[in-house]
Nanobody, 127 residues
Framework: QVQLVESGGGLVQAGGSLRLSCAAS????????MGWFRQVPGKEREFVAAISGSGQLTTYADSVKGQFTISRDNAKNTAFLQMNSLNVEDTAVYYCAAVRTESFTAAVRRQYEWAYWGQGTQVTVSS
């Protein structure tokens, strides 16, 4: 079992930045890929970014490529999502996810591939 706790959400003006954190506890962290998804009311949960267990591989949704950066600190069992140049369309609840995996493929873009989820953190971007 892996427990995930997100933090760092809040209210920010358009053009601003936020950094989300996801602290993991439980099973060996390095064997788990980490990901971020987001969801707005009435819509499906949307893939944002993912990073392999070693941190060497990353993938992003086209909508955030060049704007968001995913990273992880395996010594601290923590993943991060740096979000820059935020706009109103980035407003959502952001969820951290983890899955134990030997490979890192495009499948990580599907929410059903992920085994563990955090409770979510609200990000609100005002115009």
């Amino acid at each position: 079992q892996v427990q995930l706790v997100e933090s760092g959400g809040g209210l920010v003006q358009a053009g601003g930045s936020l950094r989300l954190s996801c602290a993991a506890s439980g099973r060996p962290y390095r064997s788990h890929a980490m990901g971020w998804f987001r969801q707005v009311p009435g819509k499906e949960r949307e893939f944002v970014a993912a990073i392999s267990g070693s941190g060497q591989l990353t993938t992003y949704a086209d909508s955030v490529k060049g704007q968001f950066t995913i990273s992880r600190d395996n010594a601290k069992n923590t993943a991060f999502l740096q979000m820059n140049s935020l706009n109103v369309e980035d407003t959502a609840v952001y969820y951290c996810a983890a899955v134990r995996t030997e490979s890192f493929t495009a499948a990580v873009r599907r929410q059903y591939e992920w085994a563990y989820w955090g409770q979510g953190t609200q990000v609100t971007v005002s115009s």
